[in-house]
């Protein structure tokens, strides 16, 4: 459905101004149409910070404490040579030579 007009919000992002709902049925008047989102997106609705003063965060630091180098334990990996190539490839561009 491109030739909606977009608009940009005060955060500089962009939308759609207008937004169909899925399964919502348009028409041409011969002709119904079942609109089906291809790609949704979420944004978390703009709340007062002052709301956030009443959470009460202390001891958190104590039940849910950040993992250490020895909770990780030892990450290794090792890069091997790379192969050698000597015949020509058997398959090109999907097909079998």
């Known amino acids: 459905m491109w ?3 977009w608009v940009d919000d005060t955060n500089g ?3 759609a ?3 169909l709902a899925d399964q919502a049925i348009l028409t041409d008047g011969t002709s119904n149409f079942v609109i089906k989102g291809m790609e949704k997106e979420q944004t978390m609705k703009d709340q007062d910070i002052s709301l ?3 959470l009460s ?3 958190l630091a104590s039940t849910l404490p950040l993992p250490t180098a ?3 334990g030892t990450i ?3 890069l091997s040579d790379k192969p050698v190539v000597t015949a020509a490839p058997a398959v090109i ?3 079998l030579q």
């Open 17 to 19: 101004s207008i937004t």
């Open 76 to 78: 290794s990996f090792s």
């Open 52 to 54: 956030c003063s009443a």
């Open 70 to 72: 020895t909770d990780i």
């Open 13 to 15: 992002r962009w939308h």
């Open 57 to 59: 965060v202390s001891g």
């Open 3 to 5: 030739g909606f007009p």
């Open 93 to 95: 561009e999907g097909e």
